[in-house]
Each structure stands twice: as C-alpha cells, then as structure tokens.
C-alpha cells in the first residue's frame, strides 16, 4: 500500500535557521508532490506544488525539491521564523484516485 | 478559509445517535471532499464529491454517507455514531480535475466531534 514518512514528528530549530523537512514515499509514482501548512485547530493551507519533471520549485522564503529516484522531496525554509512554526504536510499526488496526506512534521522555531 | 464554512463547529453526541455536519463553500468549485485527521494518522479522505449528486468513497468510508443536493452543500451523515468516529472533520473544495488533479484543495475550519 502506499505510504508517506515525513521526518521526525518535530523539529526544533533557532530562529533565523533552515529548516529541512524531509518526505519520503513508497508504492508511489506521484507525477507531483504537494507541501500543505497546518497551524493549531484549522485546516491546512496550500503552499507549494512541485510537478515530476521538476527538480525544484521556489516561492518567497521556501523551497522545495523532488527527487523521483529516491522517492523523496526536501521542503526548506530559510531564515526562519518563530511565525513558521507550525506542522507541515506532504502529499504525493497523481497516481491513485485519493490523496494521501502524510502525518506531518511539527516544526518549532525558537527566538 | 476561501469560502469554505463548517457546521457545527463543535458537537458533543451520544453512541447510536445519529449525526450530520454540514459543509457550505461560496467559490463554486465542482470537487468536494471530507477528511477525518487524527493523532498518528494524518488526514483520511471519507468521501469525496465530483458533481451535484456525484459522489465516490474514500479511504475510510464505512459508516459515514455524503450527500450533494447542490453544488455549495456537501453534507457528511454518520448514522449511528460510535466512540471511534471521534474525530476532527474537515471539508475541503477545489475546482479542477478531482482528487488526483494538480490544483490546489482549500480547507475549511473543521468540525469537532465527540462521541461518548
């Protein structure tokens, strides 16, 4: 069956750091990969799409990259800040009928 | 929450009791879904919509039924609720091919279930 891992279910950091989440993925061929940002008691929200063709994809202080052979993607966030903490999601898409969200990294960003 | 609204926002139910929670979007888009989540277990798809009266199961269907009467309202009904349907529930819209399209899924604030 398909499964998602996401890196150690928190991640600390000081701030002004790079964060590196990591995402692997097994029984999968995604033809793209999506990063969701999830705070306390709502919903996620949308961040970044990266297709299969795509080594990597930036937007403002994110970035991300998509590695087919490994089966992996790398979510950084640089310069961090204490208003990033938050538990970012991964989701491989494209090759099933549903989508499956990984359980989610916790990251904390210290002052 | 683009548009997207839950209701309740909190229920505390009994065992046996039937519940619905109501999903209500303004954006228009075709695709709807509900999402369970779960420490450990991340986000679930329940069921999902892709029309008006068009609906298909997800990875955790069983005892819950959708209803799409209209393209805003996506309506998740659990009939006879059990301590395991404890749960936050969230609906989420988006607007291309389904859920194995590209485009982005917008979610809503999420309802609060509590089955005694």
């Known amino acids: 069956s398909q499964k998602i891992e996401q890196n150690s279910e928190a991640l600390n950091i000081q701030e002004g750091k790079t964060a590196t989440l990591t995402c692997n993925y097994t029984?999968?061929?995604?033809?793209?990969l999506q990063w969701y940002r999830q705070d306390p008691g709502r919903g996620p929200v949308f961040l970044l799409l990266i297709r299969e063709n795509e080594k990597e994809k930036r937007k403002e202080r994110l970035k991300v990259t998509f590695d087919t052979t490994l089966k992996q993607s790398l979510f950084h966030i640089t310069a961090s800040q204490p208003a990033d903490s938050a538990t970012y999601l991964c989701v491989p898409t494209g090759s099933a009928r549903q989508l499956t969200f990984g359980s989610g990294t916790q990251l904390t960003v210290l002052p | 929450d683009a548009g997207i609204t839950q209701s309740p926002r909190h229920k505390v139910t009994e065992t046996g009791t039937p519940v619905t929670l109501r999903c209500h979007q303004t954006?228009?888009?075709?695709?709807m879904y509900w999402y369970r989540q779960d420490p450990g277990h991340g986000l679930r798809l329940i069921h999902y919509?892709?029309?008006?009266?068009?609906?298909d199961k997800g990875e955790v269907s069983d005892g819950y039924s959708v209803s799409r009467s209209k393209t805003e309202d996506f309506l998740l009904t659990l009939e006879s609720a059990t301590s395991s349907q404890t749960s936050v529930y969230f609906c989420a819209i988006s607007d291309q091919a389904g859920p194995t399209s590209t485009d982005t899924q917008y979610f809503g604030p999420g309802t609060r279930l509590t089955v005694l």
């Open positions: 954006e228009n888009h075709r695709y």
């Open positions: 919509s892709y029309g008006v009266k068009d609906t």
């Open positions: 029984n999968y061929s995604p033809a793209y």
